[in-house]
């Protein structure tokens, strides 16, 4: 019994920073989604129609949340961590020779290219929408709220290379303020009208239902669980219990009062036209607080998208499915924190343009539920995979609950269809390049390393020319980066042709990427292949930051004598030539020439000292 207090001592922090992280997207839909859904219900009672969308939220948010993430997803974990890559990892590795993508794995890759969709809208109308609020504190400042929300998205933008760490503190108190504020103002509004809690019959937004359009409508629910995917893309920073703590003891609480109170003042309004969310609060100084509030924790919100963001590119790129960016780490204590310059500012321009494209959050809503709902369709393809074959569940059963789950998000998906010419071709096209991307990226490495491969020469035989020949060995040590841990690196070869000597010490490293999210216990495994020559093999989780440095210290701990101040790293510079006879479409060779080019090279990426580094040329045909 003593320990309890000290467990839930351990988790507040925890809870807490989960609240500032996990939770700002979906607790900053109430700015606008009630407001959406009283639009989209416009035809009837304006009574009727808000006990209707508080049932209808209320339910999806349960649904959706409480048991789909909460009680089941969140528990398909990859040693700890969560997120659509997690998922990706998890599933049967397939056989080596087979090259072409799964459909199960195509569908995951287009569920993780809409997040980047997602990535750009969600700051653009969270922050819109808090702006907009202004104007019901002064109403000449609609024309204001464009420029004002572009100067946010700016400044919030700029700030990232400072990294998250010195404001990150502040997230989640200011998000405890928030719910707060959230639960107190909507049961105020329940008290007075109590006749609001009989939306808590589903019958109640069943019948909105029976008598309006359905895509229109649930197109607009689907607002309030946007962000859910972050509560399982997060576990592995808090952990499952502080992020389903978090959301059954404050943030559904505050949600579900809110939505309520905001259908409760429609009922004692029911003339007035104003976004029910500020109506809540008087005007006048309680008015301003709650617009200021509003702001701060929409710029949460968007951070948390943004850094997700990053993180979500970092495991892509590691896993094979994405060109190397820049990385900067912004924290060293926390390997998490890290800034992708070049991902920044596409993201940043990108928000800038849809903000001053579209004008308003009532314009921009249009194109946020497809992203999300796609999203949810595809992580529940990747968890039927991981039901079955993970937890060797039988067929029936694993079918029966993520069929229901599938049914669930896909009358959601199909609701936002419609709105494709209205704002929702965004998230298609941004997500459609980002697809693109990686199974091009993909298709290409494996088309290059294989001829790489065939290139290649029996390590032993090289071993043995070196100790049968009178090689002049020079002093000092050369790597040999090797995509993999088997053959002969070209670089190599390239080197004995032209310059008829060798280090001393050789080094053949392979760094390669495991379908964990870190690698525990031993990650270097070395082989001593004669004559001075080393295979080492590096393995890292996909959301590890491999460094060469650090590898040649823990090369020098195996006993294998290197210095490292007269250590020369041998790369291949592959040029990327397209008129090759590998089965991709020139589209595809085309684009993938252009990746390559313009990938951050892996000297850069491994952090390896310029002035330790040769490259040889290496022509590749595709």
Known sequence: MSSHPHRTFRLWPLLVGALGVVYGDIGTSPLYTMKECLAHAGGESRIEAALGCASLIFWALFLIVNVKYIAFITRADNHGEGGIFALLALRPKPPEHVKT?????????????????????????????????????????????????????????????????????????????????????????????????????????????????????????????????????????????????????????????????????????????????????????????????????????????????????????????????????????????IFMPMLNFLMGVGCILIVIGFGSSDALAAAYGIAVTGTMVATTVAFYRVVRFRWEWARWKALSLCGFFAAVDLLFFASNLPKLTEGGWLPLILGGFVFLIMITWKRGRQEIVGQILRQGADIEDIVQDVQESNLVRVPGTAVFMSALGKGTPIALLHHLKANRCLHKTVILLTIQTEGVPRVTGDFLRTEDLGGGIWRAVASYGYMESPQAPALIQALIGRGIPINPQATTYYFNRETVLVSGKTKMHPWQKELYRILSQNARPARDYFGIPANQIIEMGLPIQI
Not at 198 to 216: D, E, R, Y
Not at 242 to 247: Q, R
């Open 101 to 337: 993508l799964s459909l199960t794995v195509l569908v995951i890759l287009a569920g993780a290219a809409l997040l980047y969709g997602d990535g750009m809208i969600t700051p653009a109308i969270s922050v819109l929408s808090a702006a907009e609020g202004l104007k019901d504190v002064r109403p000449g400042f609609e024309h204001l709220t464009v420029p004002i929300a572009v100067i946010i998205l700016a400044t919030l933008f700029w700030a990232q290379r400072h990294g998250t760490g010195r404001i990150g503190g502040y997230f989640g108190p200011i998000m405890v303020v928030w719910f707060g504020v959230l639960a107190v103002t909507g049961l105020v509004q329940i008290v007075r009208h109590p006749i609001v809690l009989t939306a808590l019959n589903p019958l109640k937004g069943l019948a909105l239902l029976a008598h309006h359009p359905v895509a229109g409508l649930l197109g607009a629910v689907v607002l309030s669980v946007t962000g859910a995917e972050a509560l399982y893309a997060d576990m592995g920073h808090f952990g499952r219990r502080a992020i389903a703590s978090g959301w059954h003891w404050v943030v559904f609480p505050g949600l579900a009062l809110n939505y309520f109170g905001q259908a409760a003042w429609v009922v004692g309004h029911p003339d007035s036209g104003a976004n029910p969310f500020f109506a809540l609060v008087p005007a006048g100084h309680w008015k301003l607080l709650l617009v200021l509030l509003s702001i701060a924790a929409t710029i949460i919100a968007s951070q948390a998208l943004i850094s997700g963001t990053y993180s979500l590119t970092k495991q892509a790129v590691q896993l094979g499915y994405f060109p190397r960016l820049g990385v900067i780490h912004t924290s060293a204590e926390q390997e998490g924190q």
